[in-house]
Every structure is written in structure tokens, then in C-alpha cells.
């Protein structure tokens, strides 16, 4: 089981959220969140029915709330029908705020671009109309592989507008990863770019998508359409590819939204799991948005005069619930950014929150740890020295917020004076699910405090028992709620076995370690599993290793993660080559060919950061690999823990070269 931290030596301070905050807030009081959580536990189907009637647009009502006959396979409002893309656009037509700012695209040389919701809806409706034109309806899936543009989340709203499903390839995967999930999903339709520019640098994307395609069974996509967001020069395949001006050409500016059912899957996001291939979660049309939109009106304490910034990219789940969906459907203005924090300068998003008036900020601990060094070695681009005025609220997601982090951000971009939202959630739960209430939740550094109200967390042992407070364990969510994953596309079992082992009898198993304090308040100790969080990305070890013994050097290889002061964690592979463990001269070449590789097959984002030779790992006498022990010589640390049940003492001290 988990090791276990005092959260009192932690952090002992609580800060309260500031009067003038509360005073407007949309949930001003814990009296009001208590009530909130004690009206969904007294009549959990009543409080999300009342939810789902005044949140959101319905086709045809709905009249059942939760199905749970099939356990743990559930659904949510199953007899409505809606579309998510009216919900996050017609209806702010319809209700005067047409003309209202939707969005502001800055690029990575910082040129600017506004559309209105009007604009918007006009161009998701030209897509759409030449979506279909293409031939494609509900049912059919969509590969998205794009820079942060306007045209990305317009081609996301297309796709909910028809029903076709889509899935969303964040752009630092390689071709081989694009493969993978466009075979895995079944995708007919790929969505891409020439190219994207970050930090000055021109990165192509249709260059991916062409070997993607040529790869065993990519023939399955018939079209690919490309948004020329460089010029850059590309191949065109006749007859499968065209260009996106060309399929919005002629097309009309109304395009009828396609009903579906509650259930209907909007999107499938492959996320990290435990084995080497990427699961593909998949949500509902009807119960995520609801969540996704309830979750920016409460945790985001959303109004009309706000702008608001996450900086997630749309590859991740982060960017689906809070860019494409709940944010627009709660209709507010946000701010989408194709470049990097550090480009030109590490004064970037102070910059760009001053230029936009910025009133909402949402970010990951990694970027903050970054841009923290960076203005140590750099001053002038210390937020102290840009206006920040406008800000009003800050939010953290993707991984713990160390509580010294916390307080820098805190202090010198929220001027102590804006609340810090620490949102815990993950891809499978669609939206926030431990985050405080920014008007009423006293706030502790490093704790994402409290679950939302109709969330029924907890931390359990192995058995499923709750713990006492201060007690580590796993994190568990026990009652169902309308954004939980329905499924991992096409495979029943492994979403059984995933998220509902049956130890635990029914609960949602998050796959982190976690702890109560005296006040209830939950702080993550890190993951179960051998997932990693690189730069708030997650990331399989288990599909780094399949890598490694892909490539034709390697025998076997094992990947830990180590903490890192910047990125969360770093990777370190420990690599055991079919030929002897090199010379150290030999090392250093053998390690950029396989970091290469990595890059070549997982994505850049997966390179290991240390690379440890060896001519045999620890291994137990049944053959598991150790990883523990592998995860204190990643750290450089003193092999305390008990190694008798390891079959090869010795192996350990052949790590000692980091390449
Ligand atoms: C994993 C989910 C949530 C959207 C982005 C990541 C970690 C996420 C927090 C937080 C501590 C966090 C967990 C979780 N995580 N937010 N506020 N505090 N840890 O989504 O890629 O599905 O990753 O990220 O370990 O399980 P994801």
C-alpha cells in the first residue's frame, strides 16, 4: 500500500476565500455546499434529474435518470435526446449574447483572432455541412490531429453537431500513435493541418497523418481534410485529401443540428493505462456536457463579463471539458493559445492575461514550476511585472500543486487576492471531481479539498473499507455520477477490470493513492499504477517499455518515473541490450538512438530523460520486474527496502552510468 504523509508538516495554513470573492460567487457559503451535497445524498437521481432539466437543451425530454441494472455498465438520462454542439452555441444565439466574444485565438507570434458566437456557429455549421457532404453522418468516427486554432475546436463542434464521434490525437504523438488509435476506433475521416508553430519552430502534422496512413490497416481512413495553418508545402493524395477552405466553400452557414441519444458517444480520448496500449475512454453526449458545463458554473464560478483561460490543449481531456464543451455551453469568453509559456519570453502568459484582461486562469503546477525558475533567472519577466489586475480567479489541474508552488502562484499572479481552484479529476471522470468551491471552500496548499456535490469520493482499502484520516489508500468514487467513462472502445473487460476490480464490489477505482485529513480534505498521493505525469502529461510506463524492446538493440527494459523539481516526474529507462552492457562512450550514442526511437514510435513527449544500462534487471524469483527498487535507484537513494525477494541481489549496481 501507499506510503502515507503527515499532511499537518505539509501545510498547516488555511485560506479562506476573500469576502468581496464570496460575496457574488454562485456557491458563496460551505452552508450552501453542504446543502447541495446533502440534496444529492438523500435523493441522488432527483438532484441530477433537477440538473439535467434546467442545464441543459433536450430534443426530446428525457424521463429515466440512472440505469444501473447493468452495473457497472450505466447510463444517464437514457430515453432524451439532445445535440452538444446546440447546447454549446444556438442557444447563446437565441438568448441576445450572439455578438458576445466566444473566442480569442492568439498564435505563436502572437497575432490575434476574435470570432463571436455567431462567427462561431456560422463556421462550425460550414464545416459540418461539408463534413456531410464528404459523406459522413452519425455513427462514423473522426480522427482530430491539430494545432490550437479556432478551426480545431470548430471541427470538434462540427463533428457533436452530426453525431460523429470523435477522437482527438494530441499533436506530440507520432505517426505510429496516430496509427494505432486511428485503427483502434475505426476512424474513416481524419481531421489535421499542414503544420503547427510553437515557439517560433514549424512542426508538421500532415507528414504524420501520410505515414499514419500507410501503415498496416490505415487504409481505413477514405478522407483527409487539411487545415492549411502554415502554407507549408505537403503532399496532397489525390482524391483523400482536401483542403479545408475547399470543403467549407459553398457551404450555408445553418446546418441543423443531428439529435441523438443521451448516450450517443461524443468523443473517444486515449489516455495511459497499465498495459502498453493506450485505452479509449469513452463519454456520453448528454451526461458529460451537463457535468462539463456544471463544473465551469460552480468551480469556475463562471460569469457573463469573465474571459477566461485554460491552457490545455485540445488533445487532452482538459481542453475537450473545459474549450470545447463546458465552457461554451456555460457561454463564456475564453482566450485559445497555439504557442508555449516560454515563447518569446517565459513573461508570455503574464503578458497575454494583461493584453486580454484575463479574469480566469486555468493552468497546470508544471507550467508554474517552470515559468517560477525561469522569472529566477530572468526578472523582468516576473509577474510582478505585467498588470494581473484583471485576474480574479486561478485553477490548477493535471497533477499535485506542491505547496510552495501554490503559494508563489498565489502571491505573485493572483496578488493574494484570487482564490486557487486545485481541480482533481482524470480523463475517465469528465470533469472536476475534488476541487474546491472558490466562494466557499477554505483552501489548503497542496489539497484539492472536498468533492463536489452528487460525487460520493472516498479513500478505501484494498477490501474496499474506508479509512480513518490520515490513513493513505486508494482513491475510490462509489456511486455513479453522469460524466463517468461509459466504456474503453471495444473492450468490455478491460473496463471492467480497470475501473471496478472486484474487490472493490462496484466502486470506481482512480487508479491514485490518496489520504483524508481531520477535515475530510483529500490529498493525492500519486498513482497506483505504473502511470506516469510528465509535464502533467500522462503517460503509460508499461508503452514506453514496449517501445524500448521494439527496437532491435534491446532485450528488456523497465520504466520508472523519478521526481522532478519542473516536470512532475521524469522518465528513466532502465535498458538491458541483447549484446553486453555498452562502454560508456558506446552509452551515450546507444542512448539518443533510443530516445530517438521512443520519439519515434510514442511521441516526443515520451523520451527518457536518463537511460541505465545493465546486463540483467531485478527481478523477483517469479520474474516480476522490480519496480520499486528500480524507482529508488532512478532517484539515486540508498536501497533501504527489503530486496530479499529478489532472485539477483546484485544487479542493482550495475546502474550507475546515467546516459
Ligand atoms: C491523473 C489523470 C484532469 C485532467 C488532466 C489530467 C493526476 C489530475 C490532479 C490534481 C493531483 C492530479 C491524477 C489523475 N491529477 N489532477 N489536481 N492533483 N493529481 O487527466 O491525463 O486523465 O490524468 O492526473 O493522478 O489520476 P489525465
Redo the contacts with the bound molecule.
Sequence with gaps: MSTTINTMLVEKRVIHPPAEFSAQARISSMEQYQALCEEAEQNLEEFWRNMAESGLEWRKPFTKVLDDSNAPFYTWFEDGELNVSENCLDIHLKNGNADKTALIFEADDGSVETVTYRQLHARVCRIANGIRALGYGKGDRAILYLPMSIEAIAMMQACARLGLTHSVVFGGFSARSLHQRIVDVGARLVLTADAQMRGGRQIPLKAAVDEALAYEGGDVVEKVVVYQRTGADINWEEGRDVPLSELETGQSEECEPVAVEAEHPLFVLY??GSTGKPKGVQHASAGYLLWAKQTAQWVFDARPEDVFWCT?DIG???GHSYITYGSLAAGLTQIVFEGIPTYPHAGRFWEMIQRHGVTIFYTAPTAIRSLIKASEQSPEHHPSRYDLSSLRLLG??????NPEAWMWYYENVGGSRCPIV????????GGHI??PLPGATPLKPGS?TLPLPGIDAAVVDEAGNELPPGAGGLLVIRRPWPAMIRAVWGDENRYRSSYFPDELRGMYM???NAQRDEDGYFW?L??TDD?L?VS???LGGTEIESALVAHELVAEAAVVGRPDATTGEAIVAFVMLKQAAPSAEEAQKVAETLRNWVASQVGPIAKPKDIRFGNNLPKTRSGKIMRRLLRLVAEGREIDQDTSTLENPDVLKQFSGVY
Excluded: K, M, Y
Excluded at 490548477?396 to 500543486?401: A, F, K, L, T, Y
Design positions: 489516455t495511459s490545455a487532452w481531456v482538459t490548477s489541474v493535471g497533477e499535485p500543486i486545485d481541480t482533481w479529476w482524470q480523463t475517465e471522470t475534488l476541487t484539492c482512480a487508479g491514485d493525492i500519486g498513482r502511470v505525469s502533467g502529461h500522462r
